[in-house]
């Protein structure tokens, strides 16, 4: 099985809560069972208010009702490239692993499909729903498509090749092009690295965008359950758990345990405890970031980790951003620290040329304004200069000495004093910096879906 990891299983794991109901997966294999493997993608819309992760809920609280029917790991949430240009907000993709009885392959396909169309916002322009399913445990070929659609532009065209090799059925609507997702999510692979989600809903009816959570109990649970995180900017005072967009998500806790976030959504749920999914996923696991041995490698829509000097002074553009130039022996690019992404632009603007530097971040192809830039999400500092090569000082009369020529010395400026050295070189003048070597990142509010924060380890 490529998707899940042994040490977090989900037997005996509650994933699905509604009221005092839920449902609880087992890691048994029931009887004479097939696996089954079904993704979903590209169900949502940012406008019209809608998200896959519901549309996924909706699929396993129907799907339970099939009777020899068991899910063998957590709904899985799959964020893909950032990059991509079409994608409505997260690129996130859904997979569901269980299994069921021989000959319900039919019934479970034509179910999934019924609910997607149901509940997808087809009449969005930018919304065109996918669905994948195989019988029997993934092949290893999905995690190299999966891989794939993590770091580059993947075409529908690639996408169906794929399901064909693995022998997926499919199903697209509108343009398809969620299908292109729903197969890379059967390949997920989260043996490297995995963090947990639960989500909490409302009534999709309900557009408003304010969502009533008590700031105070967010605090509380970020005081009081140590392995969730993502839960409050402390910097920007700002709730981080709520979603800004019309979407039917409630609160979402994120967590290194999936026991985290269920004590986490407890916390919060009040007495109403609003329907919720748990899920495991690739958030927050810096999964998209590749390392590059050198500039020139970098391609745009792609995301990176490369080292460089910092070549000329960090400069502020109109709308806050602040932007410097990393250079290698192969080449240049520039890195922006965009305004959203707060407090991180300061340390970033003060940085000097020479300056060593380890940057991560995803690359924006070039346009008739600007060149190939890579948007920074942190930036490890490897080493600063901490001095310039000035000329030295008159040992007689304490003036700024001039240059005599390359090799032929200094001479003092002032004229009346006359002193000559024609040994005399450079000297090193120290200068004070307010930057440490080490890691800086944006606060909470700017991180994105799969970056991975320090707090989790520097990756």
């Known amino acids: 099985m490529i998707s899940g990891d042994p040490k977090t299983p989900i037997k005996g794991s509650m994933f699905f809560f509604k009221g005092k109901e839920g449902l609880i997966g087992t890691g048994i294999r029931p009887g004479e069972s097939v696996s089954i493997s079904i993704g979903i993608d590209d169900t949502d819309s940012a406008r019209r208010g809608m998200c896959t992760t519901y549309v996924a809920t909706m699929v396993v609280e129907t799907l339970d009702t099939i009777p020899g029917l068991v899910f063998r790991d957590f709904p899985c949430l799959v964020r893909l490239n950032p990059q991509v240009p079409n994608k409505t907000r997260g690129n996130g993709a859904l997979a569901l692993h269980l299994w069921a009885e021989p000959g319900s392959e039919d019934e479970i396909f034509d179910t999934v499909c019924h609910l997607v169309s149901e509940h997808s916002v087809l009449e969005d322009p930018s919304t065109h729903p996918g669905i994948a399913m195989g019988a029997g445990d993934p092949p290893d070929i999905l995690r190299e498509y999966y891989n794939s659609c993590l ?9 169906l090749e794929m399901a064909e090799l693995a022998g997926l059925r499919t199903m697209g ?5 969620g299908v292109i997702g729903a197969v890379a999510a059967l390949g997920a692979d989260f043996n490297r690295d995995q963090t947990f989600e639960i989500i909490a809903y409302r009534d999709p009816g309900d557009r408003g965008r304010e969502r009533g959570i008590d700031e105070d109990l967010v605090l509380r649970l970020d005081r009081e359950v140590s392995e969730t995180f993502y839960n409050y900017d402390y910097m920007n005072h700002k709730v981080c758990v709520v979603p800004a967009s019309p979407c039917p998500v409630l609160f979402g806790v994120r967590g290194e345990t999936p026991g985290a976030v269920v004590r986490g959504y407890n916390i919060l749920r009040g007495e109403e405890s609003p329907p919720a ?23 745009p829509r792609s995301s990176y980790i490369v080292k460089g ?3 000329g002074t960090p400069r502020s553009i109109p709308g806050g951003h602040v932007i410097f130039t990393l250079s290698d022996g192969s080449g240049q690019i520039d890195c922006a620290a965009y305004e959203p992404t ?27 304004r600007h060149g190939m830039t890579l948007n920074l999400e942190k930036v490890e500092i490897i080493s600063l200069v901490d001095s310039v090569d000035t000329n030295p000082t008159c040992p007689r009369c304490g003036s700024r000495m001039e240059s005599m020529g390359k090799g032929s010395g200094f001479r003092c400026r002032d004229r009346s004093c006359g002193f000559r050295d024609r040994t005399a070189g450079k000297v090193k003048l120290p200068i004070p910096r307010e930057l440490a070597k080490g890691f800086y990142e944006p606060p909470p509010v700017a991180w994105r879906h799969l970056y991975r924060p320090l707090l989790r380890g520097a990756g």
Do not use: C, W
């Open 309 to 311: 000097t910092v070549h």
């Open 277 to 299: 999914t748990l899920f495991r996923t690739n958030q927050h696991t810096d999964a998209h970031l590749e390392r590059a041995a050198k500039i020139a490698s970098l391609r």
């Open 151 to 159: 770091h580059r532009i993947v075409t529908r065209r690639e996408a």
């Open 173 to 177: 609507m509108k343009e398809g092009l």
């Open 342 to 368: 707060k407090q991180f632009r300061g340390p970033v603007g003060k940085l000097r040329p020479g300056d060593l530097v380890r940057v991560y971040g995803s690359v924006r192809p070039a346009d008739s």
